[in-house]
């Protein structure tokens, strides 16, 4: 397994966060020993005691099986001809599984030779092997799993470059340990003309990234699951990427995803979202799946998303986005952001979330839609803690809006009579991000049907008369 960076020499947070984060990192202790993220994270770490079957897994009980290795590395050269990781990938032929054995690793690794659908070219450790440089795939089939990076230097800077950059389709990566990088912990890149989606259908699980410029920039049909994000850091680089996640392609997951411990100091003046997207790089970005994941902390938006070019017949090159039981706690400016005053969102779908605004510095909306041909329902909502506006659409968007609890904030422009206006939700313990409703809360058996038949948790809904607004439905 890999191991946690804060467990990694110099890797300690330049500057203090608040006191709910170290509230959550004491709770998600259990969860990453060891480095690797459960496939319960977004439970375990805000409602592990809700059923007996969300018990966080041990990291250190479930190793990652791996096949047997066509070649090892050893930088003493004690267990093998190959001592740097370059050498055993120039070796290697096509499929091949290179074990990489505990050690510091001082190398830029460019891996150009892959494998199939039926076997990938497998480059894997156990979370003791410490890369201190970078890896640029350009082969399609290749998988990194336990290895951790640092690209920490000998002063303490984080260095320039991403982590893992890929040029190529089908990357998987899976428990790695990513820190101290100014680009993006893993960057699938977009290519040119008919090649846009040369890095599509990557994979990304259970893994973590920590002190970096961006989390992981994604194309089409691929699976964003269970990684966790910590510290947004922009290394005082205004033009740095700044976003948890970017997004250029369509038919993309982003499930049980944690972003957290981004310090306002290291973010500004640049902002900082969760997930972001446009449509300058030409590829359509439809059919986006944005479910069950844990945003906390400081940030400007929890989602933006813009269509300023268009495509080459004129259509909206970004549309169609479901946004469902996840929690967007902390915002500053928008919890959702869809379109600009020249070219609105098609077909979002935002339900069953909870929004919480910055109280200290805004948390101006909630939901808000903007301009020509931006349409999407939305429901079963709670926001809380937003200053302007809850809920609404302006300079030409629609919106289909029901069944929202609002509480300490302004209104919607134009509330629906199903919403219940500042009514305290009764949240468990908000304090530690657990959004559970407690019982008698008003929010329960408040919503209407919508596009899924569980929450957060797998609970089916509902389990009452009507589905309970926000992520969680109280099943007792």
Same mark, same amino acid.
């Given at each position: 397994?890999?191991?946690?960076?804060?467990?990694?020499?110099?890797?300690?947070?330049?500057?203090?966060?608040?006191?709910? =984060?170290?509230?959550?990192?004491?709770?998600?202790?259990?969860?990453?020993?060891?480095?690797?993220?459960?496939?319960?994270?977004?439970?375990?770490?805000?409602?592990?005691?809700?059923?007996?079957?969300?018990?966080?897994?041990?990291?250190?009980?479930?190793?990652?099986?791996?096949?047997?290795?066509?070649?090892?590395?050893?930088?003493?050269?004690?267990?093998?001809?190959?001592?740097?990781?370059?050498?055993?990938? /120039?070796?290697?032929?096509? @499929?091949?599984?290179?074990?990489?054995?505990? @050690?510091?690793? /001082?190398?830029?690794?460019?891996?150009?030779?892959?494998?199939?659908?039926?076997?990938?070219?497998?480059?894997?450790?156990?979370?003791?092997?410490?890369?201190?440089?970078?890896?640029?795939?350009?082969?399609?089939?290749?998988?990194?799993?336990?290895?951790?990076?640092?690209?920490?230097?000998? #002063?303490?800077?984080?260095?320039?470059?991403?982590?893992?950059?890929?040029?190529?389709?089908?990357?998987?990566?899976?428990?790695?340990?990513?820190?101290?990088?100014?680009?993006?912990?893993?960057?699938?890149?977009?290519?040119?003309?008919?090649?846009?989606?040369?890095?599509?259908?990557?994979?990304?699980?259970?893994?973590?990234?920590?002190?970096?410029?961006?989390?992981?920039?994604?194309?089409?049909?691929?699976?964003?699951?269970?990684?966790?994000?910590?510290?947004?850091?922009?290394?005082?680089?205004?033009?740095?990427?700044?976003?948890?996640?970017?997004?250029? %392609?369509?038919?993309?997951?982003?499930?049980?995803?944690?972003?957290? %411990?981004?310090?306002? #100091?290291?973010?500004?003046?640049?902002?900082?979202?969760?997930?972001?997207?446009?449509?300058?790089?030409?590829?359509?970005?439809?059919?986006?799946?944005?479910?069950?994941?844990?945003?906390?902390?400081?940030?400007?938006? @929890?989602?933006?998303?813009?269509?300023?070019?268009?495509?080459?017949?004129?259509?909206?090159?970004?549309?169609?986005?479901?946004?469902?039981?996840?929690?967007?706690? %902390?915002?500053?400016?928008?919890?959702?952001?869809?379109?600009?005053?020249?070219?609105?969102?098609?077909?979002?779908?935002?339900?069953?979330?909870?929004?919480?605004?910055?109280?200290?510095?805004?948390?101006?909306?909630?939901?808000? =839609?903007?301009?020509?041909? %931006?349409?999407?329902?939305?429901?079963?909502?709670?926001?809380?803690?937003?200053?302007?506006?809850?809920?609404?659409?302006?300079?030409?968007?629609?919106?289909?809006?029901?069944?929202?609890?609002?509480?300490?904030?302004?209104?919607?422009?134009?509330?629906?009579?199903?919403?219940?206006?500042?009514?305290?939700?009764?949240?468990?313990?908000?304090?530690?991000?657990?959004?559970?409703?407690?019982?008698?809360?008003?929010?329960?058996?408040?919503?209407?049907?919508?596009?899924?038949?569980?929450?957060?948790?797998?609970?089916?809904?509902?389990?009452?008369?009507?589905?309970?607004?926000?992520? =969680?439905?109280?099943?007792?």
């Amino acid at each position: 397994m890999a191991r946690h960076p804060r467990d990694l020499p110099g890797n300690s947070p330049k500057s203090s966060p608040t006191p709910t =984060f170290d509230v959550l990192r004491q709770t998600g202790s259990r969860l990453r020993r060891g480095g690797a993220v459960a496939g319960v994270l977004l439970t375990g770490l805000l409602v592990a005691s809700c059923t007996a079957s969300l018990e966080p897994v041990d990291p250190e009980d479930t190793p990652i099986p791996m096949r047997a290795p066509d070649l090892t590395v050893d930088p003493s050269g004690d267990a093998s001809e190959y001592t740097t990781i370059q050498a055993a990938v /120039d070796a290697a032929e096509p @499929g091949d599984a290179i074990e990489v054995l505990a @050690g510091e690793y /001082d190398e830029d690794i460019s891996v150009e030779i892959g494998g199939s659908a039926d076997e990938t070219l497998l480059v894997y450790g156990d979370g003791t092997a410490t890369i201190r440089g970078t890896v640029d795939v350009s082969a399609p089939y290749v998988e990194l799993v336990g290895l951790a990076f640092d690209g920490e230097d000998a #002063e303490g800077d984080a260095r320039g470059d991403s982590a893992v950059t890929v040029s190529a389709t089908h990357l998987t990566a899976r428990d790695l340990s990513i820190s101290n990088y100014a680009g993006w912990g893993i960057e699938f890149e977009a290519g040119t003309g008919d090649d846009l989606q040369q890095a599509s259908n990557g994979t990304v699980t259970d893994s973590y990234i920590y002190n970096s410029s961006g989390g992981i920039v994604v194309l089409g049909d691929s699976l964003i699951e269970n990684n966790e994000i910590e510290r947004i850091n922009l290394h005082d680089d205004d033009e740095a990427p700044g976003d948890a996640f970017r997004v250029f %392609g369509s038919d993309t997951t982003f499930r049980g995803n944690h972003v957290h %411990g981004s310090i306002r #100091e290291e973010i500004v003046p640049a902002h900082a979202d969760m997930i972001q997207s446009w449509d300058e790089v030409g590829a359509p970005v439809t059919g986006i799946l944005v479910e069950d994941n844990l945003f906390t902390g400081w940030y400007n938006q @929890g989602l933006m998303l813009e269509n300023d070019y268009f495509g080459p017949d004129g259509e909206y090159l970004i549309s169609d986005w479901v946004v469902r039981n996840n929690v967007f706690q %902390g915002f500053e400016s928008t919890g959702i952001h869809a379109g600009k005053e020249n070219g609105g969102i098609p077909n979002m779908t935002v339900e069953h979330n909870v929004f919480v605004g910055n109280p200290d510095d805004g948390g101006y909306f909630g939901i808000a =839609f903007y301009g020509e041909g %931006g349409t999407g329902t939305v429901r079963n909502n709670i926001i809380v803690n937003v200053t302007d506006t809850t809920y609404g659409a302006s300079d030409g968007a629609t919106m289909d809006a029901s069944h929202t609890l609002t509480w300490e904030s302004a209104r919607p422009d134009q509330p629906r009579s199903s919403d219940r206006i500042e009514v305290d939700p009764r949240f468990v313990d908000p304090e530690t991000f657990d959004y559970r409703l407690s019982a008698g809360s008003p929010a329960i058996n408040a919503g209407a049907r919508s596009s899924t038949e569980t929450d957060a948790n797998g609970t089916p809904r509902p389990q009452g008369g009507a589905p309970d607004l926000g992520p =969680f439905e109280r099943d007792d």
